[in-house]
């Protein structure tokens, strides 16, 4: 089991930046792909970005441009980098190895 812990979101304006922060202890899972997911008011969680082991990225269409996701293994750390915030990214979002997942912190941008 892979324990996960989501920091860094806050409430932030249109425009603005936050970068989010996944701790995690043990070696990732699922071939060591990491992702990040959000879940926004009466919505389900949806996939935001995933980087592989090997170093791929992929990201919901919607972020594509505006969040970049990264890791820095020797620290046993994720990112999400996320600029230019709409409101529409508001939500908690949740730090995910295989079938581990952290208990989220959320982000709220205003308009």
């Known amino acids: 089991q892979v324990l996960l812990e989501e920091s860094g979101g806050g409430l932030v304006q249109a425009g603005g930046s936050l970068r989010l922060t996944c701790a995690y202890s043990g070696p990732p899972v699922s071939g060591g792909n990491m992702a990040w997911y959000r879940e926004a008011p009466g919505k389900g969680r949806e996939y935001v970005a995933r980087l592989t082991w090997s170093g791929n990225t992929y990201y919901l269409e919607s972020v594509r441009g505006r969040f970049t996701i990264s890791r820095d293994s020797t620290k046993n750390l994720l990112y999400l980098e996320m600029t230019n915030l709409i409101p529409e990214d508001t939500g908690v979002y949740y730090c995910?190895?295989?079938?581990?997942w952290g208990h989220g912190t959320q982000v709220t941008v205003s308009s």
């Open positions: 995910n190895s295989g079938y581990d």
